[in-house]
């Protein structure tokens, strides 16, 4: 029975604010779950910082050791805003694909975009092949080659989707075709490379937050802003979307038009984290149903919640990977899908008997 079955016209505003209420009170629980993750994350690690440590360091870093400013401030601090900025990104292109594409399965791994990043990577590794002839390029060649790839994966996508014929299963095919083509093309590469060159590819490919430093999270946090911009203005047009093409055009909303810019947002948002981090699945999967169960379809709740909840999905990630060996710093990758699996599988069940209900 639906929720608001029953509730007379004069009640209706009175029981819409209270669901209301409950979504931005869910919202705020995660923000104060990833807050406190986050500072957990900080104190994490070989250098014994303790919680009072962190906070001081954090607060006011002139008054801190220079021990503890430096593990703080240029060692933990980036790797715990790149796995938030991270864990946002592929959590909020996770549920812009499942949107438009109206599939639970569609994220950025299994469109191909994640695979099409790491193929221009191992190129950049294996060869130095830089997409960019610019000299300043040089310096970001995997992440420049990770990103383009990206990209030209998605403008595939965006091209088949504007054939004459072409519906939401036609740009998912596309997507899954594009999957194996860069699959195999990166493992051509990795049966080419020498040892060495092989070694550097497979563990870039399995993720690694160890790379992020200040500049790398300053344009990651940027383009994510400018995402949730431009996202916000177009809440209710995906809203609609929910609905229904048919619907959706009712209310005067451009299917077409509103469906292919998404795509291309949901794909920059896709190239950005794998072109820092590397490949990260179920984050895009798992962070939106978690949005959808506890905040519904409205898009003004649930693409900040996918966001959020991402962002807590890949923390936790990063802590598993610090403690699960001691002494060993586990790809994070690894770890996403360690937690991935069976919460995914928890929430296929949960959902399943809901339905039954």
């Avoid at 050791?65 to 430096?70: C, G, L, Q």
Wanted: hydrophobic content about 60%; aromatic content about 8%; proline content about 4%.
């Amino acid at each position: 029975m639906s929720e608001h079955a029953g509730v007379t016209a004069p009640d209706a505003p009175f029981h819409y604010q209270r669901h209301q209420g409950k979504r931005t009170q869910w919202v705020a629980f995660g923000a104060a779950l990833l807050l406190g993750i986050f500072l957990l994350d900080m104190t994490i690690g070989p250098g014994q910082l303790g919680l009072g440590q962190v906070l001081n360091t954090l607060l006011s870093p002139d008054k801190a050791d220079i021990k503890s400013r430096f593990i703080v401030w240029d060692i933990r601090l980036p790797v715990a805003l790149m796995a938030i900025l991270v864990g946002a990104a592929l959590g909020g292109a996770g549920a812009l694909m499942q949107t438009i594409l109206n599939n639970p399965l569609a994220e950025p791994f299994t469109l191909g975009v994640s695979h099409a990043a790491a193929f221009g990577a191992a190129l950049a590794i294996a060869f130095g092949t830089s997409l960019l002839p610019w000299e300043w390029a040089q310096g970001y060649i995997i992440t420049l080659n990770a990103f383009v790839f990206a990209c030209l994966s998605a403008l595939v996508i965006f091209l088949v989707s504007r054939m004459r014929g072409a519906t939401q299963e036609t740009m998912i095919l596309t997507g899954i075709a594009i999957l194996f083509v860069f699959s195999a093309l990166n493992a051509m590469l990795q049966f080419a490379a020498s040892a060495e060159t092989l070694q550097q590819i497979v563990f870039w490919a399995m993720g690694s937050l160890g790379r992020a430093t200040w500049p790398k999270v300053g344009v990651a946090a940027a383009l994510l802003a400018l995402a949730c911009a431009l996202l916000w203005r177009s809440a209710w047009r995906l809203t609609a979307l929910r609905m229904g093409d048919e619907a959706a055009e009712a209310m005067g909303v451009n299917v077409t038009r509103i469906r292919l810019v998404v795509l291309m947002l949901s794909s920059l948002l896709a190239a950005v984290a794998v072109a820092f981090v590397g490949i990260i699945g179920f984050v895009g999967l798992v962070g939106p149903h978690m949005a959808r169960m506890l905040l519904g379809e409205d898009q003004r709740f649930f693409l900040p919640g996918s966001m959020l909840f991402g962002a807590i999905l890949l923390t936790v990630a990063e802590i598993l990977s610090k403690i699960i060996i001691s002494g060993v710093l586990l790809p994070i990758g690894i770890t996403t899908s360690l937690i991935g699996v069976p919460f995914f599988v928890f929430l296929l069940v949960v959902v399943r008997r809901r339905s039954a209900a």
